[in-house]
């Protein structure tokens, strides 16, 4: 069975992106628009969460601090952050929030590869 990332970002061309490039890799890929949406498809199985930060309805951060407070498996299920947005406060309240890495867009698709690869092992 394919190992499941769940990529939460409001840009269509980013979500279809990701998916392209992470079905491509063998992952099985669930997506939503935002944060509320998210809380709603995550299934137990899901053992990555890709999120932007800047999103409508819930934020990233918000949506990073539901996840952490809710129950396991997610509690401690790993969270990219992949975001236009670079600032250090930013990054802290991620941090603080419950994030495992933070990376900005425009991104390669090796790279992001790679850090799922690293991150799920």
């Not at 939460?8 to 890799?25: A, F, G, K, P, Q």
Request: aromatic share 4%; glycine share 6%; charged share 25%.
């Amino acid at each position: 069975m394919a190992r499941q990332i769940l990529i939460v970002d409001d840009s269509t061309s980013i979500r279809n992106s990701m998916h392209h490039v992470l079905s491509n890799e063998g992952y099985e890929v669930i997506i939503a628009a935002n944060g509320k949406e998210a809380l709603s498809v995550i299934r137990p199985e899901t053992e990555l969460i890709i999120t932007d930060i800047n999103m409508p309805e819930m934020d990233g951060i918000t949506f990073i601090s539901k996840v952490r407070s809710g129950a396991a498996p997610h509690k401690t299920v790993p969270i990219i952050i992949l975001t236009t947005e670079s600032q250090s406060d930013l990054k802290q309240k991620g941090k603080e929030a419950g994030a495992t890495a933070w990376m900005v867009k425009p991104f390669k698709s090796e790279d992001i590869t790679s850090v799922i690869k690293r991150i799920l092992g």
